[in-house]
């Protein structure tokens, strides 16, 4: 059966806090640097009532103990000549220059954001254009391209479909792909606003 909008609402919130242990908690951080749909199981929760999401996949895992130093001029990215992940999710500095950061995972973040939100994946295989690019037009007017891009399966008789819900979580998408790591938010920063979306706040 499609998932619930709650479903998706509530998914988006288990990734975000997944993110924020392995960038925050862990020591050294550790970037994950293949976040995808692929990459994330869903599993019983723990009070035995629905389901939640959990990353999986820690193969291509990086510890980057520079991360951790505080200050001015601590490091924001490390450097690295050896590139795994999927295409689709990978930030352009990532792929063409080799800069990975938790900025990285914030970036694929939120292309699974917006796979929760149209259920269409990550590159349309007949066209091959990526799903970003196709988001670009409706994060600009959310609430105008919403019916067009929304997907179908999110019904409006469902009690937990809500419009603007959909699109403060397109909004958080949004800011997660900004194009230049600066401009990205931190997955610290939007976990509490995925929460009060998935109505856990």
Not at 117 to 135: I, K, N, S, V
Not at 144 to 153: F, Y
Not at 178 to 188: I, L, N
Request: aromatic share 6%; glycine share 8%; charged share 25%.
């Amino acid at each position: 059966a499609p998932l619930s909008p709650g479903e998706r609402f509530g998914f988006a919130s288990d990734v975000a806090c997944g993110l924020v242990f392995l960038h925050t908690v862990c020591d050294p951080p550790i970037i994950h640097q293949d976040i995808k749909s692929d990459n994330i199981l869903l599993g019983p929760a723990p009070n035995g009532t629905g389901l939640v999401a959990k990353l999986a996949d820690f193969g291509t895992v990086r510890l980057v103990p520079e991360l951790s130093k505080a200050g001015t001029h601590a490091p924001t990215h490390h450097s690295t000549k050896h590139v795994v992940g999927t295409g689709p999710y990978m930030p352009p500095e990532y792929f063409q220059q080799g800069h990975v950061g938790v900025k990285t995972d914030t970036y694929a973040f939120g292309i699974v954001l917006l796979e929760l939100l149209t259920g269409r994946p990550p590159c349309d295989p007949a066209t091959r254009m990526p799903l970003l690019e196709r988001m670009q037009d409706a994060m600009e007017e959310p609430k105008r391209s919403m019916r067009d891009v929304a997907d179908t399966d999110l019904g409006e008789g469902d009690p937990a479909w809500d419009t603007k819900a959909w699109c403060a979580l397109l909004d958080v998408a949004r800011r997660c792909v900004e194009t230049f790591p600066r401009d990205r938010c931190a997955v610290t920063d939007v976990v509490a606003e995925v929460e009060r979306i998935a109505g856990r706040g």
